[in-house]
């Protein structure tokens, strides 16, 4: 009996089977693969877009002084064919020839400008432009707009022409639209109504040198901000080393009059008989 027990504890156990099938090759490879950073993609760049093909395009890749140049020669445009005396002429919002998207919304708002435009190059096209007090009214400065608006898609695809929304609603949302619409009228002027077209080659130059100019202005003001503050801090020690000695002299003075002043009161010392 003890025989047997010896021999049933020394036998050694088998391990189990397992039972499931090792890993295969694919699954370690794709285990791999999605542990693997992914490759961030690289953005290429737009080129340039020209303003002859591409005019809008061309403007979203300007600068804001560019625009605002591009702004102002619009507007100024649209003003000699409305009306041949500049002397005559409302004055173009923006300093120096520049006009923001803004101040371009809000000079043709009230629709006169543009329905004055439609009737010159079509006369007789709208038949009530409102001008003067009458443009108070909001519905009189959306009837001018709307004139304009049914007249410019009788000559552009209605996709390519504003709404009323683009120009007395959305603000700078509305920009991209309203300028479409001048642009393509303006660059076919000649072709459609014997007028001149807008000088698509002194918009660029002037656009181009707007961004010169901008970059040069931004090199100068850098050093002017940066000379200034040397200049104040130098200016500045000055002034406190100044009243630094100011204070010391005066403590000076201060301490000499109370010694002066104790001298003074302290009687002096008669001997004794």
Known sequence: MTEEKVIEQTEEVVPPLPTTAPPSDESMVEAKTEEEPKVEEVKVEEPPA???DEPMKWLTQQIPPAVHKVNYLVLQWLQSIVEEDPEKRQPIPGKNEATTKNQFINFLKDGQLLASFANKLSPGAIETIHEGEALKSKENQKANAQ???DWAKTILPEDQVMSTEDLQEKGKQGYSAIMNTIWKIATNAKEKFEKENINTEQ?????GLAVKTSIIQTILNFFKRARPQTTQSAKQAAMEQEEKER???????EE????????TSTPAVVPAN
């Not at 000499?256 to 001298?263: D, P, S």
Request: glycine content about 4%.
């Open 247 to 253: 204070a010391e002299k005066s403590k000076e003075i």
């Open 50 to 52: 020209s303003i002859h």
């Open 147 to 149: 004139g304009f608006i």
């Open 256 to 263: 000499e009059n109370k010694i002066a002043e104790t001298t």
């Open 203 to 207: 918009v660029l130059e002037s656009a």
